[in-house]
């Protein structure tokens, strides 16, 4: 599985972007898919995630209310919509995915997905 983000770049405060992931190599609807991010020295961690069995999302707390998930199976594409975006959203954000099927308390643990798209660069500044 080929996993292709991009949609980052630099952004003034309370501002948006949209970070797009394709997949290739899989059946788009067979992944279990998330965003991930990693602000400079601190550790990845989990932004959020389309449940691909029941529609639902999860979103860490930090982005709930601002952040919008979802999916397009037939575009093999998942999507990240950020909007009032602050300064402490800088990352690098990746969009990760598997194939095996992933329990509730799994889907925030970045050890459970096996490919990783290559990043792509969020910087809010004005």
């Known amino acids: 599985v080929q996993l292709q983000a991009c949609g980052g770049g630099l952004v003034p405060p309370r501002g948006s972007l949209k970070l797009s992931c394709t997949a290739s190599?899989?059946?788009?609807?067979?992944?279990?898919m998330a965003w991930f991010r990693q602000a400079p020295g601190k550790e990845r961690e989990f932004v959020a995630t389309f449940r691909r069995n029941n529609g639902r999302t999860y979103y860490a707390d930090s982005v709930k209310g601002r952040f919008t998930v979802s999916r397009d199976n037939a575009a093999s594409t998942q999507f990240l919509q950020m909007n009032s975006l602050k300064s402490e959203d800088t990352a690098v954000y990746y969009c990760?995915?598997?194939?095996?099927?992933?329990?509730?308390?799994?889907?925030?643990?970045?050890?459970?997905?096996?490919?990783w798209g290559q990043g792509t660069l969020v910087t809010v500044s004005s």
């Open positions: 190599g899989r059946t788009f609807s067979t992944l279990a």
């Open positions: 990760a995915a598997t194939g095996k099927g992933l329990i509730l308390s799994s889907i925030t643990d970045g050890t459970h997905y096996d490919f």
